[in-house]
């Protein structure tokens, strides 16, 4: 729920230092606080002005802030008590009962023509037509600002980024802390040479981080970029952005990843929307489909799908093989930790979906994808 977990890091951190002023903290608590704000205004991003000088001209730019094809509310009308009581009370909801098994990954020498490795929430190495995308990388042990505020890993990172493969492109939904993470970026940017292909506006983030400006292709929806034999397009979601109290000021995306032959379709973070029948009527049928399943819950319903939705969203766009994201690694809502994938992959034997459920850390070729369930052990 990022309305709570993204503005919550920092409401904390503003009310912690501002406790600290009026009560007279200790010198153990002033540096605890100074390490919570370290980086802080750094990782918040670039100004509203530096993203405006892309924003404007753009079909989804009104008015200072970018807006979805449909009317999408963040939150539905409800009693703000209602959703403090269910974060006071939700107890252990939403984390595993044990350890998360993890794998490590093995890489060929030379990228595969369809293979998937899922290192956790919505980061994923994709292998097609011989080159590699990597798409919302996400490598810190919490999803802030603030390297002590916010919320944690519910597993370990699978493998370090050292243990990465050279990538040919690094693809980004939107820029919640949970998909675009200061420090992985600039541990990409020392690895290699890969563009940082993004949404509107999430680039002069990027260009504040130190992000070399040849490097960064930013795209409306519709628009397009080749990076070497990939067709990289940017599409429609239904979502929202923000890294800080003020929302809306650069584009959230899905993305189509079209190689010569094989096509795959990243929702990124998205709620339902009528578009994806359109995505795939325009780009599919796709081989793969990479789409979020957690973090729902029907105050937000506009902004999340639940799993039932990314089964008939899988539909909408042609989809061979489904690989449910955006669950397992931060507990981000209210519901249990493995409610999503159970409920896809009972959603999924009614429509005749095929699914593949990595443990996160596991790389599998799309031919020959994981059928066991090792989730049911900690549910």
């Not at 753009?58 to 802030?65: D, I, R, V």
């Not at 009693?79 to 044990?98: D, E, H, K, Q, Y």
């Not at 990172?157 to 992985?184: E, K, M, Q, R, W």
């Not at 937000?300 to 939705?309: A, K, L, Q, S």
């Amino acid at each position: 729920m990022f309305l709570v977990h993204q503005a919550r890091a920092v409401r904390s951190l503003t009310a912690s230092v501002l406790r600290a002023t009026l009560v007279g903290a200790t010198t153990a608590g002033m540096g605890l606080l100074a390490r919570a704000a370290w980086g802080l205004p750094t990782a918040l991003g670039a100004s509203r002005e530096d993203i405006e000088q892309v924003a404007d001209g753009s079909p989804q730019f009104a008015e200072g802030t970018f807006h979805n094809a449909q009317p999408s509310a963040l939150l539905r009308p409800a009693n703000p008590a209602t959703i403090v009581a269910a974060m006071l009370t939700r107890g252990s909801a939403g984390t595993p009962s044990g350890p998360v098994p993890l794998a490590v990954p093995e890489f060929p020498t030379v990228a595969d023509q369809l293979a998937v490795t899922w290192y956790g929430h919505s980061s994923v190495l994709i292998e097609i037509d011989g080159r590699r995308v990597l798409v919302d990388p996400v490598w810190s042990e919490r999803v802030s600002p603030s390297p002590l505020i916010g919320p944690k890993r519910l597993h370990p990172v699978p493998a370090g980024l050292d243990t990465l493969p050279p990538v040919d492109a690094v693809l980004i939904s939107h820029d919640h802390y949970d998909h675009l993470d200061l420090p992985t970026v600039r541990a990409l940017v020392a690895r290699g040479p890969a563009p940082f292909v993004v949404p509107l506006g999430v680039g002069a983030h990027l260009r504040s981080w130190g992000v070399p400006a040849e490097r960064v292709i930013e795209l409306d929806w519709g628009g397009q970029a080749r990076v070497r034999e990939l067709t990289l397009t940017c599409t429609e979601a239904r979502h929202f952005s923000g890294r800080a109290l003020t929302r809306n000021t650069t584009l959230w995306s899905s993305w189509v990843i079209a190689g010569p032959q094989h096509g795959v379709f990243f929702g990124g973070d998205t709620g339902y929307t009528p578009s994806f029948a359109e995505i795939g009527a325009r780009f599919g049928p796709f081989n793969l489909t990479l789409l979020p399943i957690g973090a729902y819950n029907d105050q937000w319903p506009d902004m999340h799908m639940t799993p039932e939705e990314a089964v008939r969203a899988h539909g909408d766009l042609g989809g061979g093989l489904l690989v449910p994201v955006h669950w397992a690694t931060f507990n981000l809502a209210f519901h249990e930790w493995s409610e999503p994938v159970h409920r896809l992959i009972t959603e999924a034997r009614r429509a005749d979906v095929r699914v593949a459920v990595p443990m996160p850390g596991e790389r599998f070729v799309v031919s020959t994808p994981p059928e066991r369930d090792w989730w049911t052990a900690i549910s």
